[in-house]
């Protein structure tokens, strides 16, 4: 059974700081991984998707990273601001049809 | 990207009764679509896997008599809950995706009272 873990599960930081999250799996056959972010009472935003054959995934200040045979994955946000405050999960995927597993998330609050 | 939409985003009833949320593609078949709870400061668990035309999969602990799931077309996935309780009340979220990315829906909010 797929475990996926997220730290640290809370994150404080002043504004401008960059910063990685860590998503780690137990199982490392996944078809792709994707980080979401979560505000507050609201649902899913999809920031990056990677598949299991790529390494990593830019999208403006964010990238991600992928190591398969490690099951870790990194989310690092450049010159973070108070807007990204939020949740971000990481969701494992298993097949091409298949379910997702997410971890725990973690809350970051970035600080004016 | 592709849209998934939910109805209703928010819902309130009383113990008892029983509770019907839709879940649509708006701009692709979906032959599978996932049915999540998320509980307030928790992640989101697996409910059930919907089958388009056969019945439902669902998770370890999960009630199938009391969550009833029907996939009766390519675009709509219904979760029913069935006789809902207060420990029912949560956040739900369905997701339909191809061979690639998974989409979420807004999710729908239950609170029973």
């Known amino acids: 059974k797929q475990e996926v873990t997220q730290i640290p599960a809370a994150l404080s930081v002043p504004e401008g700081e960059n910063l990685v999250l860590n998503c780690s799996f137990t199982d490392s056959a996944i078809y792709n991984l994707q980080w979401f972010r979560q505000d507050p009472g609201k649902g899913l935003t999809s920031l990056l998707l990677i598949q299991s054959s790529q390494r990593e995934q830019t999208s403006g200040r964010l990238n991600a990273s992928l190591d398969k045979s490690s099951g870790r994955s990194t989310l690092y946000i450049a010159a973070s601001q108070p807007g990204d405050s939020a949740t971000y999960l990481c969701a494992v995927r298993d097949t091409n049809a298949g379910k997702s597993t997410f971890g725990d998330g973690t809350t970051l609050t970035v600080k004016p | 990207g592709a849209v998934v939409s939910q109805h209703p985003s928010r819902v309130i009833c009383k113990s008892g009764t029983s509770v019907k949320i839709e879940c649509r593609s708006l701009?692709?078949?979906?032959?599978?679509m996932f049915w999540y709870r998320q509980f307030p400061k928790q992640s989101l668990m697996l409910m059930a896997t919907s089958n388009e035309g056969s019945k439902a999969t669902y998770e370890q602990g999960v009630e199938k008599d009391k969550f009833l799931i029907n996939h009766a077309s390519l675009t709509l996935s219904t979760l029913t809950v069935t006789s809902a309780h207060p420990e029912d009340s949560s956040f739900y979220i369905c997701?339909?995706?191809?061979?690639?990315?998974?989409?979420f829906g807004p999710g729908t909010r239950l609170t029973v009272t």
């Open positions: 997701s339909a995706g191809g061979s690639s990315e998974q989409y």
């Open positions: 701009d692709f078949q979906a032959t599978t």
